[in-house]
């Protein structure tokens, strides 16, 4: 038996043995081999029927009644709590609207104002170096109008470099580029120890390993929802902020949705209470409820299963690229420690934008990174071993020739 | 003839001479009078077929492809310029995308910076005390961040209140309550005369009557696309910065979006050029493409059309208020005069809540605001003579009985 042979065998066992795999069908999928959800999540077949109804009837027919009659008005929580168990957080302390970018801010200014309200002259931040550059950016803002200096450094790097000075840390739970996990729980005790609050990123881990928000005592955190939650290109991120620091959550974008009585209409702000206080301006209805619709598939599957399999489909595909690639011609960059790796793997190639381009033409769909990273994202609840198999196989035949 | 006979008789022949008929028909509605498009348009009938592509095909179909082949990257700045002639801006000047609160907070920011750039410690911030609330809060926050003091006044108090302090000023365009009309040419050449930049807030008044951005030299505005762009619940809002001001517009958030080479992935910020410095994080797709097929309706229509038509519709909904319903038993807080009124009318009214209760009962939808305000908007473009005279009609039934 080939070696080909053999690995294909070996992934029509796992597909046959996967407790995930009929998810799948929960998917709208063709013949593509998908692993780009890491950037953008598949459309969930309940999706369009769920936005048909939102648009044609609840505000074709009953338009500004929707408010209400539809409950438009309390989605940010509501679809925030069907958030909260996927990265272990109890009710009430998820609000789901704005971008990503602006949740950052949102967040890392609420943060610094929680260490310095607790008093030290604290005025340094501390950010992830090798973050998605808008957290770089969005932080670089925050320290200016905070009145804090910006220190840049790898995340292994940030117990040594915290102080009495240190007013917020900001890190990503999972390097977008190179797939890395890092150390939420280690970290996050660090930064404590310092008297410090710490705001997680969670845009490349949420729904594809366990977060753990509540369990770790993480003080703020913030997430995408269009790649493993698969809510649509664009779709709202969420906010957490932990209930025992809600009454001292000071938001600098105070949006009248955030007012302890917003149809009040009073002139002088008064936050509301719990994790609305997060709100900012008019929720995003079409996205918010396409993103509602979305998280039906999480009925009756755990993160943990999603974890395993996840971890399974990682293996394999390294597995398969050792087998079929001709050494040298690529390079992991994905840590190998299943304790360090999220659901991705990334492979350091030459002409990776060209190669990416060819394997898109032949059916099997990942990302291109600055400067020379092929990046690989696996989605356990539709992606299968069957799937990663054939990756890995159009992938050497691909650099082959 | 009865007064009521005569009045319906007149709305007819308004309604029979009316050029913007036709655009009725390019909306999904029912025999509801709706005057509540001030709050949240009515469905423009070409929307759910573009969602539904959107979602099926761009989404479900080409997957990640469609930031580049399906046009969602430039979505922001394209749509920008789709509502640039309705609010008097060259293309180039605008950016769709956030909320309208988040919009506040980049333009006021933006706005003192530019202040402060030119020198001269100024240090206070005007606002409008009569504004949407959700520019006040925001404004606290803007001045809180950037080291002001805000002063709020009511608009014809700003002339008397500009010094050599003034670091930029935020007003709102029509005001929400009382549907008045401000002088954005006056109070704009009185703020630049003091050496600031103002801020126009224009969520009542684009789509609705001319606003002249380049021809007044506005500095910098933002407006919601909900109400008389129709938009959809929650539908991005927008940020004009002016050509010439672009290049000093210093963001308060920075996002990836904005960057002169956004999948650069560099860790170093760089702005871009143009109106997209405007931009943050991700674009929210489904709500900006619907808005964009909503954008479609003003085909043909000229805004000066529509502000002919507004005018009618308002002129002629207080005169059947005033021959239907007896006297002294709602009062009008909207200016008489056309060139200080929106395209509302807000009549203040004992029970006002109860009252715009039955009146929706009965089929007449506007919206009731605390304390005792009926407010009624008149959007032109979907709105008849006869659907104004039924609806001061069914008011004087209801407050009779």
Chains 1, 2 share one sequence.
């Not at 209400?68 to 940010?76: K, L």
């Not at 929680?114 to 808008?134: C, H, N, S, W």
């Not at 977060?211 to 269009?226: K, N, Q, S």
């Amino acid at each position: 038996m080939s070696e080909t042979t053999e690995l294909a065998a070996g992934a029509a066992k796992l597909d046959a043995a996967d407790e995930l795999a009929a998810v799948r069908g929960k998917f709208v999928l063709d013949e593509v081999v998908y692993l780009d959800g890491n950037s953008l999540g598949a459309l969930p077949a309940a999706v369009p029927g769920r936005v048909e109804d939102v648009v044609r009837r609840q505000w074709g027919e009953l338009r500004i009644r929707s408010w209400d009659e539809s409950g438009w008005w309390t989605a940010p929580e509501r679809i925030g709590d069907r958030i909260a168990p996927l990265v272990g957080a109890a009710r009430g302390q998820i609000v789901v609207g704005d971008s990503t970018s602006v949740n950052v801010f949102k967040a890392l200014v609420g943060a610094v104002r929680l260490a310095q309200r607790a008093g030290g002259g604290r005025d340094e931040i501390l950010v992830d170096a090798t973050t998605f550059p808008t957290d770089g950016y969005i932080a670089e803002s925050a320290a200016r109008m905070t009145g804090c200096t910006l220190r840049p450094l790898e995340p292994a790097e940030v117990p040594g470099a915290l102080s009495g000075r240190t007013a917020a840390v900001l890190l990503n739970h999972v390097d977008y580029r190179t797939g890395r996990l890092h150390d939420l729980p280690g970290l996050t005790a660090a930064v404590h120890a310092a008297g410090a609050p710490v705001v997680w990123d969670l845009c490349h881990s949420a729904g594809a390993l366990p977060v753990g928000l509540d369990e770790h005592g993480v003080d703020l955190a913030v997430g995408c929802t269009y790649k493993y939650l698969n809510g649509g290109p664009g779709s709202p991120a969420y906010l957490y902020v932990r209930a025992d620091l809600q009454d001292r959550f000071d938001s600098p974008l105070p949006g009248w949705n955030s007012h302890a009585e917003p149809f009040g209409m009073r002139s002088a702000y008064e936050p509301a209470s719990g994790a609305l206080r997060g709100r900012v301006g008019t929720p995003d209805i079409l996205s918010m409820l396409a993103l509602e619709a979305a998280l039906d598939v999480w009925d009756g599957v755990t993160v943990e299963a999603v974890r395993a399999k996840s971890l399974a489909l990682t293996d394999f595909f390294l597995e398969c690229v050792r087998a079929y690639v001709p050494a040298g011609r690529v390079q992991s960059l994905t840590p190998a420690a299943h304790a360090e790796r999220g659901s991705q793997v990334a492979l350091r190639c030459e002409d990776a934008g060209d190669v990416m381009k060819r394997l898109i033409e032949r059916g099997v769909v990942g990302d291109f990174r600055h400067p020379d990273v092929l990046r690989f994202g696996f989605t356990p609840l539709y992606v299968g071993f069957g799937d990663v198999e054939r990756a890995a196989r159009v992938l050497a035949e691909t650099l082959a020739g």
